[in-house]
């Protein structure tokens, strides 16, 4: 290998230990490995901005401008409490619904803004009951993995393989969707088994719990009216724009004939289409919402994109493409060691930086086998290898971080025990549901 | 604080930031707070009088019909003030003073006792000579809660602020106090 390739492998390694301790911002962390390429000239200018995806970058900012947007109107905080209504003081139906709420939200928006906003009604949900709160929040996390699974915006991995590899909505919808049906129910037996038994109340604190929750009243959780159904529309003509984004000229041609028929909308677009619509509707100060951008993960996307491209400048990434060709004789095979890599590597080093070194790796292997289905894989391992650690995936860190706080903490082991299993049970389970789809 | 520990606390605190507590300030706008999911249960009231006070508003009634409580009236009649009394009047003029606002105190508790039964409110009355400050502290340990007037133990004067006595006293009693 060469000096300049072992340098590169070396500011990788380098960045991604650092992203792993956390001791220095990952943002921080990943703009300083990038500045490291750039200045000894591993990453030129040109390759950079090839390198960099900003269809992954474009698309984060479009929801984060959606999301911030929204949160101003209290939406979500009336979907947590018609929620904790709907349960009816019924512990196992509180962590069947706040899961499948968590699931649906997370297959939209992000993870992190999903728990970050239905925990706390969670553990209040929790407190009336006079119940540990730790078995809810260990399901609502593995419920906001499985779900942002689901779609190519649910999380961010996702994002990352549907702008590298030009996958579209539906096919995220079509392949892991019906995947992340079954394993959400899996997930709420093998929650109910592990957990049932210390989920029981008594009529009189179910009455008591019913009598509490009845008193919150959600529409006064809707701080602006107005804002809180502009939002809703937005959200839901940006959810059916994606459903429709690749083919958006066929429908477009019918009422305005000078669009091209052929004219598809990029995710990225149209997450910044949405946005816009619902700045210029709502009248929002473009000010306080695009303070609250989240611009360090986003850098820290970029600082990856280069790190990554680092190692493709160089070929090693070629390089370790080319061992895995000869030593791979079919795509199942392929398939089988994306999937499980990505989900045991992904639990250890956070499946962000997992999914932006392997996504060059899965192009280049492109040169010699069909790589259709090993995105799939790699979506499949990255999303749901999240389960396996406290630190595997982001929302895992922001409930466990929230849990310590509100004094519940989950410790790694308690954590890795049931985290495991999940990992272990879900993406088995994905991974023969791809297996007869792709290779069978 | 193990590695891991400190581990997840580093990166909650870069993903997150300060979005929790905005987040937690939204809720709280709605949300029972702990103390207010506590509904504590309140089966005795101390509700003391003395010369200063002359008698009990409709609005702490209304408060405290919401327990299903006994309201205990204890009129105290100070016994520091009886003493310098004794000390600067001959004595058959000090035991006329202490006959009259005994007979003072008598009424007082007659008529708030019926004022608040009119109400539905069980009550007790007692009447004795002590301390004003202390006694109250001692008592309220074997109630639930304290409700004092605002004038207790003051004097007359016409401002609306709250009487020392009574500051102090919540500042010492355990139970929940209520001032009127």
Known sequence: METVALIAVAIFLFTYALIIDERIHRAVAAMFGAAIVVFIGIVPWEALL???????????????????????????????????????????????????????????????????????????????????????????????????????????????????????????????????????????????????????????????????????????????????????AVIVLVVLLFFIHDRIGEILHIVLPFVDPAMGLEPAEVALIGAAILLFWSRQSPEEIFEKIEWPALFFFGGLFVIVGALVETGVIASIASVMIENIGSTGEAMFIVTWFAAIASAIVDNIPLTAAMIPLIQDLGTTMDVYPLWWALALGACLGGNGTAIGASANVVVIGIAEREGFGISFVEFLKVGMLVLFVTVGVGFGLLWLKFVV | MGYSSALIQRKYKDIVGKRYESVLKEYGEFLLTEEELFVPEVRSILVPLDLFVHGITDEAIDVLSAYNATISLAYITDAGVLELLGQTLDRSSAEEFRAKKEEYGRQLLEQTAAKLEEHGLSTQTRMFVGHTGDDVVRMAKNYDMVALSRRYADGESADLSISPTVLRICQRVETPALIY
């Open chain 1, 50 to 232: 090839n390198h960099v995806d900003f269809g992954t970058i474009f698309l984060l900012l479009g929801m984060m401008i959606i999301v911030n947007t929204a949160r101003g109107s209290g939406l979500f905080e009336y979907i947590a409490i018609r929620t904790a209504k709907l349960a009816k003081g019924n512990p196992i139906r509180v962590l069947i619904l706040f899961a499948l709420v968590t699931a649906f939200v997370s297959a939209l928006l992000d993870n992190v803004t999903t728990v970050l906003l239905l925990t706390p009604m969670l553990l209040y949900v929790a407190r009336v009951m006079k119940l540990n709160p730790v078995p809810f929040l260990i399901t609502e996390i593995f419920a906001s993995n499985i779900g942002g699974a689901a779609t190519l915006i649910g999380d961010p991995p996702n994002i990352m393989i549907g702008s590298a590899a030009g996958l579209t909505f539906n096919e995220f919808l079509i392949h892991l969707g019906p995947i992340m049906v079954v394993n959400m129910v899996i997930l709420l037996g093998l929650m109910y088994v592990i957990y049932g038994r210390s989920m029981k109340v008594s009529p009189d604190e179910q009455q008591k719990m019913v009598r509490t929750l009845n008193n919150l009243d959600e529409r006064a959780a809707i701080v602006d009216r107005s804002l809180f159904n502009k939002s809703v």
